[in-house]
Structure formats: C-alpha cells, structure tokens
C-alpha cells in the first residue's frame, strides 16, 4: 500500500470538501460540467493533495511540476481544487461564468493562477503536454508532466498523433490519465464512437498501461508510484470512474455531461455527497 | 562554399544562390548558437523547408514529428510553455489551415512566444497544384489576435524577419516561397522594422502596395512605367501585414490619389483587403485595384507561368497601373443615390 491509513483518509476529507465547492460553483455558475468534475476529481486530489510538485504561492516557478487537465470543460472540477491548494481565494469561484471573471467554463491559464494550459477544445491537450515534457528533456529538467484526458476525448486523432510521437520519442516524463467515465454527450461513448479495446490499442502504441479504479486512491498511487519510476517508455494510467460520482441521481446518467441545479437539487446533492463519506 | 558570419550580417550569404528557405535554415542555425532556447520543428519536411540544417547542428533541440502538422503545433506550443522558443516550419497549406486550430487557440489563445515559418507559399509550389497551395493564409493568420504576419520580399528580407521576430515576445508568421525567388535587396541595411513599410521608389502619380515576390516585379514595372509611360509611380513593400502600417498607406493616399495592390494570393483577405480596410476607415478616397491570385483555385504550372497568367508579375502590374490612372478618384457620377 503506498499510502498510510492517514494519508488515505486526508484525501478522502480532501475530495469530500471539493465534491460540496463542485456543487456550490455549479450553482453559482448557473450551470456546469459536473458530470465530469466529479469523474476526474479524484485524479486531481491525489495529484495536488500528494505528488504534485508546486508553489501555489509562485504559479510560473520555472521547476514545478506541470498539469494539463486536457478535458478542460471539468473546470468547475479544477477551480475549487487550485483554491484549495491556495492558489487563489475560494470566494472567487462566487464569479464564476459571470461578467469578466478570470473562470469560464474552460478556465483560462492567462487568467487563472496554477492553470499550465487553455484547454476546452478537445484533443489539444495531449500534444500540449508532450511538448511541455519535450521542453523538460531539453532544458535536462525533472519535472513531470500530468496530462488529463477524457475518454469521448479520444476520438480525436490528435491524440494518436501525441501518442505515437511520445512512443517514438520514448517519452518518460510524461504521465497521462484517462477519465475512462463510459460517457459523452450524445450517450455511452461505445454506443457513439467506440474506443475499446482501449489497452489494446495503448499498449500498441508503445505506452505502459496501467488499468485502475479511478475511486481508489491506493490504485492511483501505484500507478503515479510506478510511472514515477521512469521506465523508458510513456505510461498511461486508464482510470476506470463514474460521470457524476457521489451524486446518486447523477452517477453514470448521460444527462448530467451538462447541468444546472437548482436550490432543491443542491442540498439532495449535497446530501448524496455526505452519504458518500459517512457524514449522515 | 563557406558562409562565415560577421556580426550578425547575412549579406555574406551567397543570396543570388541560396533559396529564400536555404537563407533561413542558415539564419536560424546562426540564432541557435546565440539563443539555447530555440528549437526546432517539422513535420517531415525537414528537407525542403530547411530547418533540417538546425536540426543537424542541434539534434537535441529539434524534433520531426512526422506527417502530423497538428501534433507539430501542439508541441510547439507546449515546448513554448516550458520556456523555449519553438521555430515551426511546413508549408504554408498545412501551417494555415491543417493546424489552423492549434494556431489559433493553442499559440495565439495563450499568446505563446512560437515562430511559424510557412514555406511553399501562394501558388509557389505551381505544379503540385492546389492541395499544395496556400493563397489563404495570410487572410486566416491576420484574423487571429496576437499574431504578428510578416511576408518577407527575399532571402535578405526573410533573414532580417526571422532575427527580428525574437523581439517579439509572442506568435509570429512568416510566410515565405519555395525557393529559387530572386533577390531583391542589394543588403540588410535598409532599415527593416516589423510594423513598418519600406518606399522603395519615390513617386506621385500613383502607388503599388506590394508584398513578397511581388516587389521586385512593382520595382521593375515601376521603372519600365516611369521610363516607357513618364509615370511617377511610388512603390511600397508592405511587408508587415499585421500590425500593417496605415502611415505608409494613407501617406501614398493622400500624395498619390492612386493605389493598387498586389500579392501572391487570393484577391480577398489579404494584403489588398488589408489595405483597403485602412483606406475605407481613413475617409479619404482614391482610385483602388487590388491584384492577386482571383478567387478560384490556381491552374497547374510553374510559378513563372502562374505570375505572368494571374498577371503578378511585372508585366501584370504594368497593365494594372494603367488601368488605374484610367480611372477617376471618385468613379461614380451619379449623385442621387448618395445621401
């Protein structure tokens, strides 16, 4: 087990005050992702809450550790998860999609401290990233690059372009994830346009696969754990996760890509969240 | 043959032999020696676009990526955000339009410090045919915010862009020939600026706003003009699209009443539009003719062949300027329909 009884529950009581802020920001903003949000949050946790090698404090320090959160519509996932790593203050995220905010929808890395990339338009992160880990090799860096993708995302080429290339380019600082949620917009992504078999197809391109439950912290440690260990060849971690998690009338419902929620529908999800961790 | 560089002169370049590319695989290779946070890039045109030539000297600070210009592009931008320069080069078909996006949204959205060097531009690259061409993207590129688009008339002149667009802390794109352009300048020490027009010749009857291989076709139908017809005919390099020097072009207004454009792409969108754009604002009239590729893809044929058939070369511009001294500063004599 690579992580202690007590780190587990630290990030157990990390995600479980992010999933309330997701819900809070939805509202605030009228309307978000949060069917997404909530599949990648425990990605982002486990990142920012255990490995990630940044200064909130100093968000373009040249050495840290860079995050390209590549399904970048989960903003309202990623807005409250750099507040409460202290890049900036929670009550911002009051603004967000309103007049002028720095937080859109797709939070903009000009305007939002801790963003290393201004994704929204699918399949340009990963490119991105590799470019960032390239510029580390060159410059003879450590920093790792994180690179988050959907997996609806996948059905854009782009992403076979970045991936043959980090096969070719025997890319080992690059560490990407799969927010393998089953779903897109249209329906279930195997019934739109499917990708599986999804290892398979990674595996052919030259990437160590590791198949993990993207809930599960100890999981996601091995996995980041593993790839830290730099074996020559591009790791991907394809974490299996629900769209909607901790929201019971959201889990795995196509519907909730995309929603507002309304006073009655916020407390019955904040209500859900906290039978999630036990704190009926 | 030794290319030695004193200072940061390239007129020692053997400019009448090398092509427009070859001066800026050299050129490039020169500011890695200076700048180790240029890198290069390609999409497996390492070769033709000539920034193979940087990626001998500094195999680790170059990466081809193969046929996959979006990729290309995207990395670019990321090598940016990791504190490098990135020089990208492809054609200008595949820059402009196949990464058109990651243009626009990963590089100019972000504001990234990344060179695009299009080669194969305009109808350069004749025999290959359309799928080849490019007479849109200077039209795409100066759309996009934060882009700097500069269309050098020769080796020299691409020299100087490409030094000069490393005190630009932000995109830029070049776009250049395929090679085997003539040269035009005798030297670099004409005073290029980015932003800045450059008066070729003096005159007073009439202007011709050009760009890129059409410079020396203007200079050349300029003199024939001012030998054959006694015209004094004003000739204005433009080669900063945007941000384009209006000075320049309402100066050439206001002095000469006549103005043509002309350039190696679609007569929509581009320098013409650009300058017009400026004129129509200004509220000062004048008699206007823009020339370029028409809008219709280019037939098949050496470039030779497609200057004179499209009427770009110096032949064409003679016929325009007459054209235009034919016409009044305000054409229309019917005054009831104005208010």
Known sequence: MPLTELEFKELQEKACKLRHDIIDTTVWAGGAHIGGGMSVLDILVILYFKYLNVDPKNPQWEDRDRVVLSKGHAGVGYAPVLAEKGYYDKELLKEFNHFKSPFGMHLDGNKVPGVDASTGSLGHGLPMALGMALGARVQKKPWFTYCIVGDGELNEGTNWEAAMAASHFKVDNLITFIDRNMQMIDGRVEDIMGIEPLADKWKAFGFIVKEVDGHDYNQLAEAIEYAHTKPGKPVIIIAKTIKGKSIDFMEDQTKWHYGSIDSELAKKAHESVNKMYGKV | ?339
């Open chain 2, 1 to 339: 043959m030794g290319h030695e560089v004193t200072g940061t002169t390239w007129t020692v370049y053997d400019s009448d032999t090398l092509t427009q590319a070859e001066i800026y695989g050299l050129v490039l290779c020169d500011l890695g020696k200076m700048n180790p946070k240029i890198v290069g890039l390609s999409a497996d045109l390492a070769k033709s676009t000539k920034i193979g030539k940087f990626g001998e000297m500094f195999p680790e600070r170059f990466f081809n990526v193969g046929i996959a210009e979006q990729n290309m592009f995207g990395i670019a931008a990321g090598l940016a955000k990791s504190g490098l320069i990135p020089f990208a080069s492809t054609m200008a078909s595949f820059a402009a339009m196949r990464s058109c996006e990651q243009v626009r949204t990963d590089i100019c959205y972000q504001n990234l410090n990344v060179k695009i060097i299009a080669t194969h531009s305009g109808i350069s690259f004749g025999a290959a045919g359309t799928t080849h061409h490019c007479t849109e993207d200077i039209a795409i590129m100066r759309s996009f915010a934060n882009m700097t688009v500069i269309v050098p008339a020769d080796g020299i002149e691409t020299a100087l862009a490409v030094k000069a667009c490393l005190d630009i802390n932000g995109p830029v794109y070049i776009r250049i020939g395929r090679g085997f352009e003539p040269t035009f300048y005798k030297d670099e020490n004409y005073g290029f600026q980015i932003g800045k027009g450059v008066e070729l010749v003096q005159g007073t009857d009439v202007t011709i706003i050009c760009t890129g291989v059409t410079v020396l076709q203007s200079v050349e139908a300029a003199k024939f003009l001012r030998e054959n017809d006694g015209l004094s005919v004003r000739v204005i390099n433009i080669h900063t699209i945007k941000p384009i020097d209006k000075e320049i072009i309402m100066k050439a207004v206001t002095e000469t009443r006549r103005i043509i454009t002309v350039e190696e792409h679609n007569v929509d969108g581009g320098l013409g539009s650009a300058v017009a754009d400026v004129i129509a604002s200004s509220g000062k009239g004048c008699s206007f003719i823009k020339r370029g590729v028409p809008d219709e893809y280019a037939v098949v044929g050496y470039p030779e062949d497609l200057y004179s058939y499209y009427k770009l070369d110096s032949n064409g511009i003679i016929e325009t300027v007459r054209e235009v001294m034919g016409k009044d500063f305000e054409e229309d004599d019917n005054w009831e329909d104005e208010v």
